[in-house]
């Protein structure tokens, strides 16, 4: 399995002047977290870095200081996420057939998640992991008045990795410049285009470090794991 990390985003709400990814947690950098646990699963056999030019140095650095035997490539990353990702999959190896996309910020996603969504994309062409909404979500308009209470035993939380047909990842990325959509991740595009997007179970513990608050919490996690 094909992994591409999309890694070239700011730290604007993480309230840091430099890439969030950077940012140390528990002695290693939050990246470094992301690509071990890339490193530990048994499916992934290829990781693709999306970033920013100005951070390839340390990115480089960093890979270095993990000694991993996975084969890597560094990708020039976009100015959205989307962006990005595109320019993730046209610097795909030819042959590659399925891809994870996992966002480098979700540090704490462990192997076995990568190789269940690896796993369950043999049996479908486009998947996300994802987990059922603890709280009640409100839709609200411009005034800040609630339009509409959704039926929250049908709402779950996207998360990545989410993995996808190359191909059709690829058509669906094409159709999204044309019209101009922009999504915030990779399903969307999916599903704009009418293919089926499978739930794949998440965890909880997956969370995306954004904000200094998901520092904290993303630290206490792993003090508990080791
Ligand atoms: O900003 P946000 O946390 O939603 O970004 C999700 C992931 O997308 C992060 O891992 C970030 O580095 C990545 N990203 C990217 N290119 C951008 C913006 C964000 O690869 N231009």
């Known amino acids: 399995m094909y992994l591409l990390i999309p890694a070239a985003g700011s730290g604007r709400r993480m309230g840091s002047e430099r890439n969030k990814l950077l940012l140390e947690l528990l002695g290693k950098p939050l990246i470094a977290w992301t690509l ?28 270095e200081s993990l000694n991993l035997t996975k084969p890597v490539q560094f990708i020039q990353g ?29 540090c704490l996603a462990t192997p076995e998640l990568f190789d269940r969504c690896s796993e369950a994309l043999q049996s479908c062409d486009g998947l996300i992991a994802a987990i059922p909404v603890k709280d009640t979500i409100k839709v609200v308009d411009a005034t800040g008045a609630i339009e509409s209470t959704p039926d929250r035993s049908r709402l779950w939380a996207a998360q990545t990795p989410q993995g996808f047909s190359v191909s059709l990842l690829k058509k669906c990325h094409e159709q999204g410049r044309q019209k101009g959509w922009e999504v915030t991740d990779d399903a969307a595009l999916f599903e704009q285009c009418g293919l089926l997007v499978r739930i794949v179970e998440g965890e909880e513990t997956n969370l995306k470090v954004t904000t200094p608050v998901d520092l904290a919490i993303a630290e206490f996690i792993l003090r508990q794991r080791s």
């Open 36 to 63: 071990l646990a890339a490193e530990a699963s048994q499916t992934i056999k290829w990781i693709g870095i999306i970033g920013q030019s100005i951070d390839w140095e340390d990115f480089k650095s960093i890979v």
């Open 78 to 106: 976009g100015a959205t996420r989307q962006e990005s990702v595109y320019n993730g999959l046209q610097a795909l190896p030819i042959g590659a057939e399925s891809v994870l996309i996992h966002d480098g910020a979700r």
